[in-house]
C-alpha cells in the first residue's frame, strides 16, 4: 500500500486547507484511516480518524469544530479540511492506513504517507 499525500502550503492565521491522500490499493475499503502531525521537538499527535465506511469519525480534542476527515472509498481518497487554522497546527501532516485496530497512538496502522507540510503564519 502506498498513500500519497497532497494539499500543504503555508496559509494565514484564521485561513484553510484541504489535505487529501490518494491509496493505491484495490482494498481501500478495507482500511480504517488516519491523520497524525508531526512538529519538531514533539511527538508524533493524532488529529483524526475515519472508519471503513466512514460512518464514525474521531478528532483530537485541540482540532474538533475545526478540522473534518473524509473518505471517497470510490477515489481511494481520505481528506482533512482545515478551517480556522492557528499557528499551533503547523507541522507535517501524514496520512495512515491500518486495519489491526488503529488507535490514537499510532499503533495499528501499517502504513504511511510521506507527509505534507502545513504552515500557518502570519
Known amino acids: 500500500v502506498q498513500l500519497q499525500a497532497s494539499g500543504g502550503g503555508s496559509v494565514q492565521p484564521g485561513g484553510s486547507l484541504r489535505l487529501s491522500c490518494e491509496a493505491s490499493?484495490?482494498?481501500?475499503?478495507?482500511?480504517?484511516m488516519g491523520w497524525f502531525r508531526q512538529t519538531p521537538g514533539k511527538e508524533r499527535e493524532f488529529i483524526a480518524s475515519?472508519?471503513?465506511?466512514?460512518?464514525?469519525?474521531d478528532y483530537a480534542d485541540s482540532v474538533k469544530g475545526r478540522f473534518t476527515i473524509s473518505r471517497d472509498n470510490a477515489k481511494n481518497t481520505v481528506n482533512l479540511q482545515m478551517n480556522s487554522l492557528k499557528p499551533e497546527d503547523t507541522g507535517v501532516y501524514y496520512c495512515?492506513?491500518?486495519?489491526?485496530?488503529?488507535?490514537?497512538?499510532?499503533?495499528?496502522?501499517?502504513?504511511w504517507g510521506q507527509g505534507t507540510l502545513v504552515t500557518v503564519s502570519s
Open positions: 495512515a492506513a491500518g486495519t489491526n485496530y488503529p488507535d490514537p497512538t499510532g499503533r495499528g496502522y501499517e502504513y
Open positions: 490499493v484495490r482494498t481501500f475499503s478495507t482500511y480504517i
Open positions: 475515519i472508519s471503513r465506511g466512514g460512518g464514525v469519525t
